[in-house]
């Protein structure tokens, strides 16, 4: 992963831009009816029978990921799943997106063919068409701007402002890996400076380097919770941490919360890395961030069809706003909850 490899290299210029495109868009195919024109007129067309979900991610070099460690193949898959996340966490079926790239000429075609056989495989996974995009070049770097379009029934869509005291909050999968999986490739990164042929062995940690370079949107959610008949009253996906999430849906929702550190959900292999790397889990959970995992509220009738699923773990309960949000630690202690984010390990 971390060797540089030397091999034959195209550069952008001799294809031109249009070339460039064409190459890099020609094996993607239209999956929805939906889909009336894609790429390769001057605008897509759409033809949606429900209400239009729309949300769009600006990615830059050195900001959002490092190609150091990050493949290309990753960070496209990457980019296009985190974006979809956002198309599940209101409820709606992701159906289109565009991607708009900006690539300095340091960058040869290989490596843009990497990216788009990621972006091809999100497609192909998450059910998704291409249906266009923008192609330029930039002074330094890489920049990645994608919009993902969905699809819902208006009853369906489920806002950050639909919780009320005593709904349960639920999160989906795992939390901390993400984070953690970055801990481990950073810290490679920095033995491959001092020896570059030194290879790391991954391999114990591949549960969290693969949350951290290859994260999945929850598509499964909203269709579990579709089939178990239960309607989040307020659903936000964790791109930041679970903290400021539940900070985001008690203030949309004008609610408090009571979170329970004992229910947080963590795979051992986040316990194990935790414990290496002398950082508290908790922490690691609250405001590791890039979990992409849902994070909703459900009305406490629904408790018994979601209960024992093994996909869904229940963390807390929403309150009165006046009774604040808190996180109710093991030793039954009270503290309240901070948007930390991950700037809260800078200091360590
Ligand atoms: P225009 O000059 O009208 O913006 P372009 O030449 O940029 O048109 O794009 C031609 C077609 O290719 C359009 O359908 C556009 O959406 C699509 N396209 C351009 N760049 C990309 C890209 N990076 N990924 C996917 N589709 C793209
Ligand atoms: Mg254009």
Not at 2 to 10: A, G, N, P, T, V
Not at 308 to 319: A, Q
Not at 321 to 342: F, M, Y
Request: charged share 25%; hydrophobic share 40%; glycine share 8%.
């Amino acid at each position: 992963m971390l060797e540089d490899k030397k091999q034959e290299r195209i550069s952008l210029e001799t294809l031109g831009e249009f070339g460039l495109i064409r190459h890099l868009t020609e094996h993607f195919t239209i999956r929805h009816k939906s889909t009336l024109k894609g790429i390769g007129d001057d605008a897509a067309v759409l033809d949606f029978t429900d209400k239009t979900v729309l949300t769009t991610d600006l990615l830059v070099e050195g900001v959002h990921f490092d190609l150091s460690y990050m493949p290309l193949k990753h960070l496209g898959y990457k980019a296009i799943a985190v974006n979809l996340s956002d198309v599940y966490a209101m409820n709606a079926k992701a159906t289109q997106v565009t991607v708009s790239i900006a690539v300095s000429n340091r960058f040869p075609l290989e490596a843009l063919e990497e990216l788009y056989a990621g972006i091809a495989l999100a497609c192909k996974k998450f059910g998704v068409d291409l249906v266009g995009g923008d192609t330029t070049s930039s002074q330094k770097g890489m920049l990645i701007s994608i919009t993902a379009l969905g699809e819902a029934k208006e009853a369906d869509i489920v806002y950050r402002s639909g919780a009320k005291p005593n709904d349960l909050l639920v999160v989906s999968g795992d939390l901390g890996g993400a984070y953690m999986g970055l801990q481990v490739l950073e810290r490679e990164k920095e033995v491959f400076k001092v020896n570059p042929n030194n290879q790391p062995d991954l391999e114990p940690y591949s549960y969290i380097v693969e949350r951290q370079l290859k994260p999945e949107a929850r598509k499964d959610i909203p269709e579990l919770l579709k089939a178990l008949v239960v309607r989040p009253t307020a659903m936000i996906d964790i791109s930041d941490g679970l903290s400021s999430e539940i900070l985001h849906l008690c203030q949309e929702s004008k609610v408090g919360c009571n979170l329970f550190e004992e229910k947080i959900p963590l795979d051992p292999t986040v316990i194990a890395a935790c414990e290496e790397f002398s950082m508290d889990s908790t922490l690691v959970a609250l405001s590791g961030g890039e979990d992409y995992e849902l994070l909703f509220t459900i009305d406490q009738q629904d408790f018994d069809k979601i209960k024992g699923n093994p996909h869904l773990t229940v963390v807390g309960h929403m309150t009165d706003a006046s009774e604040g949000t808190h996180l109710v630690t093991r030793a039954n202690t009270k503290i309240p909850l901070t948007a930390q984010g991950w700037n809260s390990f800078e200091s360590e």
